[in-house]
């Protein structure tokens, strides 16, 4: 197994949409509903991710197939929520049981070490146990959930968040 995590290539965003849109398609753990065309990821996520700063893609590769990534993204708008972000981790179904996830994530945590980074949040939709073993063994803290926060496939699903602080 030949694993390379690296940061995202421009060739990156057909698998990555691909990949993803399986999540939409049969999941509730994304709340989009509608697939992505290539041109619209790359419009509304790809392109704004930088090889460096607090806001990153990287891919996973096993044996030079995308296999996964992982992002970390604004937590939100305002000013003041600058030095906190909410990372992301997707993988394809064969790429589970393999650590590849806590590859992922533990390579964006380290590069977020050198930005002005205070703390990760993650949200996971309930029921998730393998997102929950992830994160719980990164060092995130169960901090609240959000009850029937998103209706997707006609009913309503929680959302728990979770937080890391960057020195741990």
């Given amino acids: 197994m030949a694993l390379t995590i690296r940061p995202h290539r421009p060739d990156d965003i057909e698998p990555l949409t691909a990949l993803y849109n399986t999540f939409i398609r049969n999941t509730s753990i994304t709340f989009d509903l ?3 065309t290539v ?3 790359r419009e ?3 392109d704004h991710y930088a090889a460096t700063g607090p806001h990153r893609l990287l891919v996973a590769v096993l044996d030079g197939e995308v296999v996964g990534y992982a992002t970390s993204s604004p937590f939100a708008t ?4 600058q030095t906190s972000v909410e990372a992301s981790v997707y993988l394809k179904e064969t790429a589970h049981g393999r650590s590849i996830g806590t590859q992922l994530y533990q390579t964006l945590f380290d590069q977020l070490k050198t930005e002005d980074v205070h703390r990760i949040y993650a949200g996971i939709t309930l029921p998730n146990p393998a997102s929950i073993a992830l994160h719980r ?3 995130f803290q169960p901090v609240g959930v959000y009850r029937e926060v998103g209706r997707k496939f006609g ?3 929680d959302v728990e968040w979770w937080e890391k602080a960057i020195e741990d």
């Fill in 137 to 139: 063994k990164l060092g």
């Fill in 34 to 36: 509608e697939p992505y």
């Fill in 44 to 46: 509304t996520w790809f």
């Fill in 78 to 81: 305002k000013a003041a929520y």
């Fill in 39 to 41: 041109e619209r990821r």
């Fill in 155 to 157: 009913r309503y699903w």
